[in-house]
């Protein structure tokens, strides 16, 4: 199994760890915020934060609605 202090769920879980880990596992500490990784997905422009789980969820970025 995978060890991680980051939720590995919805479309993530289907990543491979080389996917994240350009190098050696413990050698760099991950960031586990979603503008970490994903800056240039964002279509936003950063306007809306770095916040992105208040109208995203980790399964699709697509056809996200801003959470109650």
Known sequence: GRSTRFALDGAHAQVECAG???KPAG?????TDC????????VHDGRFG?????CHGSVTWRGAAPRR
């Not at 050698?27 to 960031?31: G, K, Q, T």
């Not at 503008?35 to 997905?41: G, I, M, N, T, W």
């Open 35 to 42: 503008a970490s990784c994903h800056a240039r997905d964002d």
């Open 50 to 54: 770095r916040d992105c789980a208040r």
């Open 27 to 31: 050698e760099v500490e991950l960031p």
């Open 20 to 22: 994240c880990h350009l």
